[in-house]
């Protein structure tokens, strides 16, 4: 069976790489010139299903605890588990027994625990949550490995206008936004985020600073970076960070720790999050086409379920002896 992935974001990559193990003939097509463009390339690649059970219902967690172990499967060293810290500064800690109140699978953490952890925040906090389970990536880099590995395995990528449909059997659509308006409510969840970089402050994992209005998360990379994020507005324009989310990113980091006061300011940018109704992501059926599409903020932590989900109904339709890739 011949398959055409539209789309090389997290969603495509993800059914490609799954596709490819079960034996499929797959070929990627890409719009852009290159991998990432889309929503995906500016995720902070939390994998933190306990954490966003806040605000997401339940299959969230069932199905998002399972990514780290995808991913770490598909790609050994790109996962680190190390949690999630979740903090409020004083004025604002009803947040954090809100927030506890809504969720579960963590641990109050006092000031020691929060230095012991993270010994850049001594001082700053005095009580904080804590995720032991949860795990983080860096998406730029995980979605150029899965590329690699499947340009070693020999899979066909296309890239630029184009895209034929007609040589297949059958597509899988993982367009992502640009289905907004053809696909029945889907809509877009725009999402800012910025990149800072300084060597005054370290972390080791990503940190979640509440707040009642602006509530933020700092994801630490390599190289002393660090991503900050991010806005949620609904709307699909996917236009430059608005001045105002960028100086409220900025303060936010500012009141986590004030080194990110003098750190340098390496990009910013702004991704459209697909989102049904429920904010769910769905796997539907159109004619020879299976769309993929309603990642919301779970790009990362839910992809690999969709993409077992599609391999799982290609195989039932036309079983083929799994290819074992890893
Ligand atoms: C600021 C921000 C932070 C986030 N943080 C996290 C996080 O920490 N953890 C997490 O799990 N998720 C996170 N997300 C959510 C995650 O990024 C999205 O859910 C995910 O990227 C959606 O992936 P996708 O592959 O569906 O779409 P996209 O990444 O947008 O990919 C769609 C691709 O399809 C291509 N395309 C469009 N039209 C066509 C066409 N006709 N033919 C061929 N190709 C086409 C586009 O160029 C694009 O490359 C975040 C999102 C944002 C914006």
Not at 128 to 148: G, I, M, N, V, Y
Request: glycine share 10%.
């Amino acid at each position: 069976m011949r398959i055409l992935v539209k789309g090389a974001g997290v969603a495509g990559l993800t059914v490609a790489w799954q596709l490819y193990r079960h034996g499929f003939d797959v070929t990627i097509h890409e719009r852009a010139e290159k991998i990432g463009q889309g929503a995906s390339g500016f995720a902070g690649g939390m994998l933190a299903p306990w954490c966003e059970r806040e605000g997401a219902e339940e299959p969230v967690l069932t199905l998002g605890r399972l990514a780290a172990d995808w991913w770490e499967a598909a790609l050994p060293g790109h996962v680190q588990r190390r949690g999630t810290l979740v903090v409020a500064s004083g004025r604002d800690a009803g947040e954090l027994e809100r927030f506890a109140g809504r969720t579960s699978g963590w641990e109050w953490l006092d000031e020691q625990a929060i230095a012991a952890l993270e010994p850049d925040l001594a001082g700053r906090f005095r009580k904080a949550l804590f995720f032991r389970q949860e795990a983080h990536l860096d998406p730029r880099k995980a979605l150029s490995a899965l590329t690699a590995g499947l340009e070693e395995a020999r899979m066909r990528f296309l890239f630029g206008p184009g895209g034929d449909t007609a040589r297949y059997d059958r597509v899988v659509d993982c367009t992502g936004a640009a289905q907004i308006g053809r696909l029945p409510n889907l809509r877009g969840v725009r999402g800012e985020m910025l990149r800072l970089e300084t060597g005054d402050v370290t972390l080791s994992r990503p940190v979640r600073l509440l707040h009642p209005r602006h509530p933020i998360y700092i994801v630490p990379r390599e190289r002393n970076r660090f991503m900050v994020g991010a806005t949620m507005i609904e709307s699909d324009d996917a236009g430059p960070i608005a001045a105002r989310s960028l100086m409220e990113l900025l303060n936010a980091a500012y009141s986590l720790h004030p080194a990110f006061g003098e750190a340098r300011l390496i990009d910013t940018g702004a991704g459209i999050r697909p989102a049904y109704p429920d904010n769910l992501p769905q796997v539907t059926e159109d004619g020879d086409t299976l769309h993929v599409n309603g990642l919301y903020r779970h790009g990362f932590l839910l992809a690999p379920a969709m993409a077992s989900e599609v391999a799982r109904r290609l195989f039932a339709e036309h079983a083929q002896p799994e290819r074992m890739a890893s």
